[in-house]
């Protein structure tokens, strides 16, 4: 989980800092998750690395801004992408349940019932004075969060 969560964010990061330090902009916006900001059964270790990523994204805001560069994280719910398949399989192999019930479980945790659909907004000259801030994407207005 570190290799792929922690690691993978670090290694990308290295790769592509450079040029922008050099250009005097950029935009570095890591995957975080919900998982960020809380912890969740069964998943300590994926809780553990995504904490790892936030640390991360924090610490390379303040080194990077003097520069223009901005280093965010966006902490997505249960998003609708192709990955969530593996997590449905196992989380239905750990609980008993079916994998569609599992899907309607992960959907009831994010607002309106559904899993959420990527975004990109951060990586637009509009986030300009966004820096080392996570976005949860939800759905949930900040009201309806515990």
Partial sequence: M?????MSA?????????????????????????????GYRHVAAYTA???AVLGFTRALAIEAAQNGVTVNAVCPGYTHIEMISESLRVAALRTGKSEEEMRARFAASNAGGRLVEP????????????????????GRPLEARA
């Fill in 2 to 6: 570190i290799d792929v969560n922690l």
């Fill in 10 to 38: 670090v290694f990308c990061t290295q790769a592509a800092l450079p040029s922008m330090l050099e250009r005097g902009e950029g935009r570095i916006i890591h995957m975080a998750s919900t998982a960020a900001l809380r």
């Fill in 49 to 51: 690395s995504k904490h």
């Fill in 119 to 138: 975004v990109a907004w951060l990586c637009g000259p509009h986030a300009s004075s966004v820096n080392g801030r996570h976005v949860i994407v939800d």
